[in-house]
């Protein structure tokens, strides 16, 4: 009876965890830090696709893993595909999607990558899209950032540092600044 009762507890806090770091938030602009070197309004180009309001969220001390998202943007004429993540910090990264399958959020990982239609934005976002962060080394410290690498089917790889914002981010639209 003990047995089941640590399971439950520990599975318990599982889905906790899960909850308060990948689902949504209603405040867009919570924990957001504009003043670092790769802010969230700064775009990253590499080649016909544009990486835009990067960020990954602060874990909890002890936590197996992280989220990373993002905007992609395919400007080209062609579709491309993001198929891979890495990062330093953590034992692997991979391309996931959460999603509602009835009354229960399932995560699984996107064995294909993400389709990045031509002309299209995708956005990769807590309670959908994400990038997976697991086996990580240490706590994602909000105001720090994590170095990633991601692996295009056409545009290639790139490496940049994602901005660390506070554990419930959700992003920003920074629609109101312009054109960037």
Known sequence: ?????????????????????????????????????????????LGDIEIANAFARATL????????????????????????AAAD????AQIHEMALDGDIMKMRALEDG?????GET?????????????????PFVEGECVEVRLTFEKAGEVGFCMPVAAV?????????HGSH
């Open 122 to 138: 995708v956005t990769l976002a807590p309670g959908g899209l994400h990038i997976m962060f697991m086996g990580i080394e240490q």
């Open 89 to 92: 910090v953590a034992g692997d």
């Open 61 to 84: 001390p002890n936590a197996p893993v992280g989220g990373g998202f993002m905007t992609i943007t395919n400007t080209g004429a062609e579709d491309d595909r993001l198929i891979g």
């Open 1 to 45: 009876m003990k047995k089941i009762i640590i399971r439950a507890v520990m599975a318990l806090f599982a889905v906790l965890y899960l909850f308060i770091h990948f689902a949504p938030r209603a405040h867009a602009h919570e924990g957001i830090d504009h003043s670092g070197e790769t802010a969230q309004h700064d775009i990253l180009v």
């Open 114 to 118: 993400i389709a990045l239609p031509a």
């Open 168 to 176: 419930a981010a959700n992003g920003a639209d920074h629609s109101s």
